[in-house]
């Protein structure tokens, strides 16, 4: 579904990433795991078109995407969940919801979306009216998950979904995720707890200063010694 060759980002001099390869398959989970500053939030940036990037290809179902409006992006399938939630404070869940939802053609297609995303996140149906800045961190979390998920998109990119969280509530994050997984949606995470996130994933990108270091099964990459030394800890 999603090939990325040769992805460089730039930011004045600094260059972010650096000639990145990867793919994803229809139905994958594919982490991206990596220090701070390793280019991975660039990259979901790039993809989603909140970025331009400075040279390669970034291609869904084949047509080359790098460059196009963040909008357009959005309308061929794929949906963010940023970093930092980052939902419109001042803004109730429902409004949050029905912004997500924009791309929907018909007010019945909206009404039906909105349904499904109060029964698969039944604590956004209890504040639904509420302002989304009066929520936990871990109900905005779902909210932004549940606003991305508005557009059913092919493609969810999840930037950092474990950030800032209790432990309790990253373990609901990471049920989701699963669940999401099993219905067969393809989705590239982000996520600062690597063990986490190699252990949703069938497949694993490792970045270390901008470049790919290492990719492979992601059960393989968790029992690597430089992943374990590096990242798990081991």
Do not use: C, W
């Not at 429902?94 to 053609?105: D, T």
């Not at 499904?116 to 209890?126: C, T």
């Not at 995720?177 to 949703?200: C, F, P, R, W, Y």
């Amino acid at each position: 579904m999603l090939s990325v060759s040769s992805l460089s980002v730039v930011y004045g001099e600094v260059e972010a990433v650096s000639r990145v390869d990867f793919a994803l398959e229809k139905g994958q989970v594919l982490a991206l795991v990596g220090a701070n500053g390793a280019g991975k939030s660039s990259t979901l940036g790039a993809i989603a078109g909140l970025v331009r990037p400075a040279g390669g290809a970034i291609r869904l179902d084949g047509r080359d995407i790098a460059g196009l409006p963040a909008e357009q992006i959005a309308r061929m399938g794929v949906a963010l969940v940023p970093e930092g939630r980052r939902i419109f404070q001042s803004l109730t869940v429902a409004e949050n919801l029905r912004l997500g939802g924009a791309v929907h053609q018909s007010a019945a297609d909206l009404k039906e979306r909105m349904a499904e995303m109060l029964d698969l996140f039944p604590i956004l149906r209890r504040y639904f009216q509420n302002k989304g800045g009066n929520l936990s961190g871990g109900e905005q979390q779902m909210l932004a998950i549940a606003r991305a998920l508005m557009s059913r998109p092919r493609l969810l990119l999840l930037d950092e979904p474990s950030l800032g969280l209790a432990p309790q509530v990253i373990d609901a994050v990471f049920d989701l995720i699963e669940q999401l997984k099993h219905s067969g949606l393809t989705i590239l995470l982000v996520e600062q707890n690597v063990s986490l996130a190699l252990d949703v994933a069938e497949h694993a990108v490792v970045l270390a200063n901008g470049a790919v270091a290492l990719t492979g099964p992601a059960a393989e990459l968790a029992n690597s010694d430089l992943v374990r030394q590096a990242y798990l800890g081991g």
